[in-house]
Each structure stands twice: as C-alpha cells, then as structure tokens.
C-alpha cells in the first residue's frame, strides 16, 4: 500500500475559489513535500515541510502539517485557471531520509 | 542551468528492441532519481544514485531494466529487450543532499510506447 495517499482524488472548483488537498500517510517521516505536475510535463517541487514545523506559507499556498495525524493539507488560495494541475504529496521517511515517495496525487480542475 | 534534460523526450519501439533513455542532471546534485509514471501505478521509483554510485535499484521490475551512471553529469536507463507493459513516462530527478532538505528537480521526461 502507499506511503502517502492524496484526498480527493479530483477536485474541480471556479477560478477565485480555494482548493484544499489532503494528504495521509503511514510512517514517521522526516519532511513531506507537495509536487505539481501539468499535462505532459514534468513535476515541480512546491514546498518543503519538515516534520517539527506545522505551517508553511510559500505566495498563494499554505501547507500543513499535523504528525499526530500523520496527516498534511494543501491549500491554495483565489486559484488561477493555470492552476490546473495533478498535486502530488511526497514523504521522506526518518528510516531512509534520502529518498522520496509519492502519493497517487490530486487531480485539480480550475474552471475559468 | 538548465535543469535537468533527458532524452529523448518520446521512443516508439517494437517489442523486443533495446531502448536507452538518457539524463543529464544538475551540476552540483549529488543525487540522480529514476522514476516510471503510469495511470495504473502511479510514479514508482526504479533506482536512485548518490555520487554516481547506485544506492537503491529495488524497484527495478526486472532484469531486462539496467542504469548506470558512469559521471557525475551522465546517466543511462537500459531496457533490454522491450515489452509492451514497459510502456510509460520515464522521468530523470536529481536533488542536492537527496530528499532531506530540498525538492527533487525533475526533467520533462520521455514517453516510450513499446508495440
């Protein structure tokens, strides 16, 4: 089973709307990261939370994270048609710090 | 810089065929990634490098899938012979220090149908 899972796993919102994105995973990390990917491209790296931080600002995104959860949300706030986008949540685990395991991702629809 | 580049960015091969994918990653990243994305599986890691060394190739699904990193600025991704359920987005990422402090830079990727 995955390491990280992403919730929903497709969103469709107005352009102007916030669009939140879930993420879960399992075992004890040392950061997680959120990633997005437009069609046939390749991923960017958004944002780097490390597992002792619990909020992280980078422009229109807002990542949290709860470790008593195990749980990370992203936000993005007054979202852009060029938003549209796969998002995908990333963990870097405390037993093997130097790799990265991604979720199946988010699927997100911004409707000018 | 450039980024990272690979290429080619698409391979149509037959069944059978050797195909080598290549990656040149970001000066100065001591860390080279290689990863499969498809709709069924999602982006799997086939194997990993840390100064040109290969640390981790236990996602590799078989034999006939080979890497090697000769240079700090050169690696190849060998599938030898192809099959169909090879195809995929194939995608080179490369990260200073691996995942610990900064984001994996990832390239455009290469697209390889195998018919």
């Known amino acids: 089973s995955q390491q990280g899972e992403e919730d929903p796993q497709a969103l469709s919102i107005q352009e102007g709307e916030n669009a939140t994105m879930n993420c879960s995973y399992k075992t004890s990390i040392n950061n997680l990261q959120w990633y997005r990917q437009n069609s046939g491209r390749g991923l960017v790296h958004l944002i780097l939370?490390?597992?002792?931080?619990r909020e992280k600002h980078s422009g229109r995104l807002r990542v949290t994270l709860d470790t008593s959860k195990k749980s990370s949300s992203l936000l993005i706030t007054a979202s852009r048609a060029a938003d549209t986008a796969s998002y995908f949540c990333a963990t870097v685990l405390k037993t093997s710090y130097d790799k990265v395991i991604f979720g199946p991702g988010t699927s997100l629809s911004v409707i000018p | 810089d450039a980024g990272v580049i690979q290429s080619p960015r698409h391979e149509v091969t037959e069944m059978g065929q050797e195909v080598t994918l290549r990656c040149k990653p970001i000066?100065?990243?001591?860390?080279l990634f290689w990863y499969r994305q498809t709709m069924m599986r999602g982006l799997e890691l086939l194997i990993y490098f840390n100064n040109n060394v290969p640390i981790d190739d236990s996602g590799m699904p078989e034999d006939r899938f080979s890497a090697k990193m000769p240079n700090a600025s050169f690696s190849t991704l060998k599938i030898q012979p192809s099959e169909p359920r090879d195809s995929a987005v194939y995608f080179c990422?490369?990260?200073?220090?691996?995942?610990?402090?900064?984001?994996?830079?990832f390239g455009s990727g290469t697209r390889l149908t195998v018919v």
């Open positions: 990422a490369s990260s200073l220090g691996g995942g610990q402090n900064y984001g994996y830079t």
């Open positions: 000066s100065g990243h001591d860390y």
């Open positions: 939370i490390r597992s002792n931080e």
